[in-house]
């Protein structure tokens, strides 16, 4: 968010997933797509099996997409920058760039070029690995094919300079002309059903809903009047700061649907951390790895068992209908909520329809949203009005905040590379048959069967130096922590790379991780780590 909102003045999917059908280029990178977004994946796979769109895909690992792929860039973890400008230094230098688009569209225009010299071909690929006749290649499939669609997940976005690697993004979309055109955009892929929404209703430390700033004081007055209460014009912190802060700044948590005793980094430093707390509450479906901790656990009601709106990756407003009846001793979120306000002296809407009435007064872009309108088939925002019919694609004509920003970056390398005690590059991820911490997946009885423990991806030629086969128990330490794990010997992952889904808290992954932050959004450094294989017992390495 922080990335797009700098370069285009909007924090959201550009355009609408259908619209891939009509790419006629489509390059994706830092997401596997059919694992992660698996129907999102098969219309990809239509657009190039039907449709005729050329695919470029770049990833570390073999992902399944590659076997549709007309180009395959596999770069090293965290040289995402390098490889998207050396793209970008290719395209400019052929002359392939939309130079009328660049000339009434775009502002920073010599400032990056200046930059983008640095990334020549050769360059490129000393930094990550590509052939620099493959990068060609790519450039050209992307800059002289048509209408082209950039996709990223969690990828390009969980480094120590994950906003440098979508402003990279954007910037390749800006240069050819594919921001504000339908079947074009620079488009994330939001790693959870409602991360949108969240985002979207002011679920960050800066902004309120709709992304109007917490600095900004007519906002502050607007949203202090409606809700009677005198609000801060201060930023707060995010959870990758909070964390750090327990004991000190913060003596209290109130954690709602979250793990972050598996979801985040170097998860010694977490324990530690939320140990130090005053006073913990989790709310949540299950007892979680995190509830288990807490001092009080408020249970809440799956999706399932709620009514409400849910905005997913591509900005659509839907409504949820409960399918079914909470059973036990559970009550809806927003009741748990409403409750402690009235505790501290205010009050909350108790309906559903009356907290998106609020919603609606509150924030422009969902004012002509309605439950009546979205009743069948969801509405995309910006619809400020009940005419509205909501907005397919953005920044048609004109930008968010007027001009696009084209920004120099310089390369940076990861936090941690490999060094002669940690030899090997970790990274970590999901796989297909299970989601996020697995508190929903791993209960599931089916997936459960399919995939019931954790393991560790291994080239064939690093398994043979080590004598490991698949099915062994093998040991994974990076300078935070150790976790023993299954061997998965593939040719998915790169030479000299490794990598652990994070589902698993028997076996956690995040117990490796570096929480190195990227110093503007403040997220951590989950995709490359550098790592070891160790002795255990039964195993050669």
Same mark, same amino acid.
């Given at each position: 968010?922080?990335?797009?909102?700098?370069?285009?003045?909007?924090?959201?999917?550009?355009?609408?997933?259908?619209?891939?059908?009509?790419?006629?280029?489509?390059?994706?990178?830092?997401?596997?797509?059919?694992?992660?977004?698996?129907?999102?994946?098969?219309?990809?796979?239509?657009?190039?099996?039907?449709?005729?769109?050329?695919?470029?895909?770049?990833?570390?690992?073999?992902?399944?997409?590659?076997?549709?792929?007309?180009?395959?860039?596999?770069?090293?973890?965290?040289?995402?920058?390098?490889?998207?400008?050396?793209?970008?230094?290719?395209?400019?230098?052929?002359?392939?760039?939309?130079?009328?688009?660049?000339?009434?569209?775009?502002?920073?225009?010599?400032?990056?070029?200046?930059?983008?010299?640095?990334?020549?071909?050769?360059?490129?690929?000393?930094?990550?690995?590509?052939?620099?006749?493959?990068?060609?290649?790519?450039?050209?499939?992307?800059?002289?094919?048509?209408?082209?669609?950039?996709?990223?997940?969690?990828?390009? +976005?969980?480094?120590?300079?994950?906003? %440098?690697? #979508?402003?990279?993004? *954007?910037?390749? $979309?800006?240069?050819? @002309?594919?921001?504000?055109?339908?079947?074009?955009?620079?488009?994330?892929?939001?790693?959870?059903?409602?991360?949108?929404?969240?985002?979207?209703?002011?679920?960050?430390?800066?902004?309120?809903?709709?992304?109007?700033?917490?600095?900004?004081?007519?906002?502050?007055?607007?949203?202090?009047?409606?809700?009677?209460?005198?609000?801060?014009?201060?930023?707060?912190?995010?959870?990758?700061?909070?964390?750090?802060?327990?004991?000190?700044?913060?003596?209290?948590?109130?954690?709602?649907?979250?793990?972050?005793?598996?979801?985040?980094?170097?998860?010694?430093?977490?324990?530690?951390?939320?140990?130090?707390?005053?006073?913990?509450?989790?709310?949540?479906?299950?007892? +979680?790895?995190?509830?288990?901790?807490? %001092?009080? #656990?408020?249970?809440? *009601?799956?999706? $399932?068992?709620?009514? @409400?709106?849910?905005?997913?990756?591509?900005?659509?407003?839907?409504?949820?209908?409960?399918?079914?009846?909470?059973?036990?001793?559970?009550?809806?979120?927003?009741?748990?909520?409403?409750?402690?306000?009235?505790?501290?002296?205010?009050?909350?809407?108790?309906?559903?329809?009356?907290?998106?009435?609020?919603?609606?007064?509150?924030?422009?872009?969902?004012?002509?949203?309605?439950?009546?309108?979205?009743?069948?088939?969801?509405?995309?925002?910006?619809?400020?009005?009940?005419?509205?019919?909501?907005?397919?694609?953005?920044?048609?004509?004109?930008?968010?905040?007027?001009?696009?920003?084209?920004?120099?970056?310089?390369?940076?390398?990861?936090?941690?590379?490999?060094?002669?005690?940690?030899?090997?590059?970790?990274?970590?991820?999901?796989?297909?048959?299970?989601?996020?911490?697995?508190?929903?997946?791993?209960?599931?009885?089916?997936?459960?069967?399919?995939?019931?423990?954790?393991?560790?991806?291994?080239?064939?030629?690093?398994?043979?130096?080590?004598?490991?086969?698949?099915?062994?128990?093998?040991?994974?330490?990076?300078?935070?922590?150790?976790?023993?794990?299954?061997?998965?010997?593939?040719?998915?992952?790169?030479?000299?790379?490794?990598?652990?889904?994070?589902?698993?808290?028997?076996?956690?992954?995040?117990?490796?991780?570096?929480?190195?932050?990227?110093?503007?959004?403040?997220?951590?450094?989950?995709?490359?780590?550098?790592?070891?294989?160790?002795?255990?017992?039964?195993?050669?390495?």
């Amino acid at each position: 968010m922080a990335g797009l909102a700098a370069t285009l003045g909007s924090g959201a999917m550009t355009n609408s997933m259908e619209e891939v059908l009509k790419a006629k280029v489509i390059l994706v990178i830092g997401s596997n797509t059919t694992w992660n977004h698996p129907v999102f994946g098969s219309l990809i796979k239509q657009a190039v099996k039907h449709h005729g769109a050329k695919l470029i895909v770049c990833d570390p690992r073999r992902i399944d997409l590659v076997k549709i792929a007309d180009v395959w860039l596999q770069q090293r973890n965290g040289s995402d920058v390098a490889l998207l400008s050396g793209l970008q230094h290719i395209i400019l230098r052929e002359g392939w760039e939309a130079k009328q688009y660049i000339q009434e569209r775009c502002e920073g225009y010599d400032e990056y070029r200046q930059a983008i010299e640095f990334y020549t071909p050769e360059k490129v690929e000393e930094l990550t690995g590509v052939k620099a006749a493959d990068l060609e290649a790519a450039a050209r499939l992307y800059a002289t094919s048509g209408v082209a669609a950039l996709y990223y997940c969690m990828g390009i +976005t969980q480094h120590s300079h994950g906003v %440098d690697n #979508v402003k990279a993004c *954007v910037n390749l $979309a800006l240069i050819t @002309g594919n921001l504000g055109v339908e079947g074009g955009g620079v488009n994330p892929l939001r790693g959870q059903n409602n991360v949108q929404g969240a985002c979207d209703m002011g679920g960050l430390p800066n902004v309120f809903t709709g992304y109007q700033p917490v600095t900004n004081a007519a906002a502050v007055e607007k949203f202090s009047k409606y809700w009677n209460a005198p609000l801060s014009d201060k930023v707060g912190l995010t959870l990758t700061q909070m964390i750090p802060a327990c004991g000190e700044a913060i003596r209290m948590l109130y954690i709602m649907g979250e793990n972050p005793m598996v979801s985040d980094p170097n998860l010694h430093h977490v324990e530690e951390s939320l140990r130090k707390l005053d006073f913990l509450v989790v709310q949540d479906i299950f007892l +979680t790895e995190t509830a288990r901790l807490a %001092d009080v #656990v408020l249970p809440g *009601v799956s999706f $399932a068992e709620k009514l @409400g709106t849910i905005s997913n990756t591509e900005r659509r407003v839907q409504l949820s209908n409960p399918a079914l009846t909470p059973r036990g001793n559970v009550r809806q979120d927003y009741e748990i909520i409403a409750d402690l306000a009235t505790r501290f002296g205010h009050t909350f809407p108790r309906t559903p329809a009356g907290l998106f009435q609020e919603i609606r007064d509150l924030t422009p872009s969902y004012a002509g949203i309605t439950y009546d309108r979205i009743r069948d088939v969801g509405i995309q925002w910006p619809c400020p009005t009940t005419e509205h019919p909501g907005t397919r694609f953005l920044h048609a004509g004109k930008f968010a905040r007027g001009l696009a920003l084209l920004t120099p970056i310089a390369y940076k390398p990861p936090a941690e590379e490999p060094d002669g005690k940690y030899d090997l590059v970790l990274s970590t991820g999901r796989i297909y048959e299970h989601f996020h911490t697995g508190s929903m997946t791993r209960r599931s009885s089916i997936l459960d069967a399919v995939v019931r423990t954790g393991h560790v991806e291994i080239h064939p030629e690093l398994a043979s130096k080590h004598g490991i086969s698949t099915g062994d128990q093998v040991a994974v330490a990076t300078r935070r922590g150790r976790i023993v794990t299954t061997a998965l010997v593939t040719e998915r992952v790169a030479r000299g790379s490794i990598f652990v889904p994070f589902h698993f808290a028997e076996a956690a992954a995040n117990t490796l991780t570096n929480d190195a932050l990227d110093p503007v959004a403040k997220i951590p450094e989950f995709k490359v780590c550098a790592a070891r294989l160790e002795r255990v017992s039964g195993c050669g390495c």
